[in-house]
């Protein structure tokens, strides 16, 4: 149990000599009880890690973020889990209309840790409050959540998942959507909470993103490739989102290779 | 004048026969709009109707062989969960049409069964519900009721919450959806066997629906809407008993009519502040309840 007393900042996952492995995964295969639909899945993560999660629509991202957080039992292979996982969802499938106020929803991660009759104590409140106050939210933390920006929503499901106190923090597609400036607010957060020794599995479209982060996992339907930028080459890119990639000369970004999809898919 | 109204405002309250209605109004009223507000944000408004309509065969039987109404109401509630469940596994049927299918025939089939020339003239009363005619053991259901609801509403507030915003990431912060929604459904089944008898198998649905959607209209958070619907209830409730008295009109439909007027003019007069606050144009009204019986 926490000290009820220490409530200045939301609890990160114990200190350690040299990061902890969090996960360590070994030919998994993930699916919804028929063929598995993401097969051959192998890595580690350690506190402090960033890893880009690559892939198209449909490519796996969403299955294997399930199969972390229990959803899903894993069709085979090994799945050894030493931490917590709490998710964050993208804010545009996230309702408008509930008449909630983003401590509200921060609050909703306290309610995992609570038996069915109790009630989120003075305690868990100041929690949620301290949360949003580390996602740069504390002057909104009673404003409608409806009301608030994409980015300033992304922010608040971060803020449920720290008050989740889960070392393990998956993010599915957190910067769709988000212009420039809530963009840039979210990646300085995300480096904050690994830096505090959370273990973050980012889904992006993103490859430049990916490639700042340092780790990348490319999936589609199987794992492509797994570890340092380098391992993002032309042909990993052309495998893992099954096009082609066509170079552009833009004036700002210089050369630049891009993905052209042949065709979209909606699953 | 001012005895007059003061004269309009007490004479109900002379007899017990309308103190008692007066007391069951208020009850079903607390009842009836704290579980209204989850059931709008689960998207139950249809299926509360739908049970409602559904159980009038299990009233009529009771009435017929004399059994206790709210024994005959859970047997026909039962029935109809049943046929929904196997209706909605024909391939090609959609959910809503089984249910409506399953609603229609069983609703038919009660006042096919009501209308038989050897029943007690007993189907208006089910239909429309028989306020004035509550006994003290309808009085301690409603109270009993208000709480269990109240109770399982407070107890649960955090789940419910967690589900009706997020239902997809519920599993995930440790809320099974399934549990949430059996508690929410077996509160809704309680409410319509113990609303059935004051206020009738028609006009049930609007003490859960109306002060709800007109409560969302008015207030921003969760536990000020909850509160919000209730009084509404309760007033409307007890404004349309006043109607019923001094216009003579049925009680049950009289209540009806008020609830929804009270929506209709919470509608009208946000509706009419909504041009100061068109920058939250994008969040989405409410849909006033109209559905066809």
Not at chain 1, 188 to 216: N, P
Not at chain 2, 27 to 46: M, P, R
Not at chain 2, 148 to 164: E, I, P, T
């Amino acid at each position: 149990m926490r000290d009820p007393g220490d409530l200045s900042t939301p609890p990160g996952p114990p200190e350690r000599p040299g990061p902890a492995e969090l996960l360590l995964i070994e030919d998994l295969d993930c699916g919804y009880g028929g063929r598995p639909v993401l097969t051959g899945v192998g890595m580690s993560l350690r506190a402090g890690d960033r890893v880009a999660v690559l892939g198209p629509n449909g490519g796996g991202k969403t299955t294997l973020f399930r199969t972390l957080l229990g959803e899903l039992d894993p069709v085979a292979g090994r799945l050894d889990l030493r931490a917590r996982c709490a998710v964050v969802p993208q804010t545009e499938r996230s309702r408008l209309d509930f008449p909630v106020s983003a401590t509200d929803v921060a609050l909703m991660g306290a309610v995992s840790r609570l038996a069915w009759w109790r009630r989120p104590s003075r305690s868990d409140r100041t929690l949620a409050r301290a949360a949003l106050a580390q996602v740069g939210l504390a002057a909104h933390a009673d404003t409608t959540f409806g009301d608030l920006s994409g980015g300033q929503r992304q922010r608040v499901l971060v803020a449920r998942a720290l008050v989740q106190d889960a070392p393990i923090v998956l993010l599915d597609e957190p910067f769709t959507g988000l212009d420039a400036v809530s963009a840039e607010q979210l990646e300085q957060l995300l480096e904050a909470l690994a830096d505090e020794g959370r273990a973050l599995l980012i889904a992006t479209h993103d490859v430049d993103q990916a490639r700042r982060w340092g780790t990348v996992l490319c999936l589609n339907g199987r794992q492509i490739a797994m570890g340092g930028t380098d391992v993002l080459t032309r042909e990993v890119l052309e495998a893992t989102y099954g096009g082609e990639i066509v170079d552009i000369d833009c004036a700002v970004h210089g050369h630049h290779p891009a993905v052209l999809p042949p065709h979209h898919h909606e699953h | 004048m001012t005895l007059a109204v003061l004269h309009w405002l007490t004479d109900p309250w002379s007899e017990a026969l309308t103190r008692r209605a007066l007391a069951e109004v208020v009850l079903l009223g607390i009842a009836g709009g704290a579980l209204g507000c989850w059931l709008i944000f689960f998207n139950l408004a249809y299926s509360a109707e739908s049970l409602a309509h559904a159980l009038l065969p299990g009233l009529v039987v009771a009435a017929l062989l004399g059994l206790p109404l709210l024994l005959g109401g859970a047997a026909g509630l039962a029935v109809a969960a049943v046929a929904v469940a196997l209706a909605g596994r024909i391939p090609g049927l959609d959910r809503d049409t089984a249910t409506a299918v399953v609603v229609t025939t069983l609703f038919g089939l009660g006042a096919l069964l009501a209308l038989e020339p050897d029943v007690p003239a007993r189907l208006q009363a089910l239909l429309f519900g028989d306020v004035l005619g509550v006994s003290d053991t309808d009085l301690a259901l409603a109270l009993g009721l208000v709480v269990v609801v109240a109770g399982a509403l407070w107890v649960g507030h955090g789940r419910l919450l967690v589900v009706g915003f997020d239902r997809l990431n519920a599993p995930a912060l440790g809320v099974g959806t399934l549990a949430v929604d059996v508690a929410l459904l077996g509160l809704l089944a309680a409410a319509l066997l113990v609303a059935v008898q004051g206020l009738g198998n028609l006009l049930v649905v609007a003490v859960l629906i109306a002060p709800a959607a007109a409560a969302r209209l008015i207030t921003r958070r969760m536990v000020p809407m909850i509160v919000a619907s209730a009084a509404i209830a309760t007033v409307a409730g007890v404004g349309g008993m006043y109607v019923s008295f001094h216009a003579r009109t049925a009680a049950g439909a009289s209540i009806a009519g008020a609830l929804v007027v009270v929506y209709l003019l919470v509608a009208g007069v946000t509706g009419a502040a909504e041009p100061a606050r068109r920058r939250r144009a994008d969040r989405p009204r409410p849909v006033p309840y109209a559905r066809p019986g």
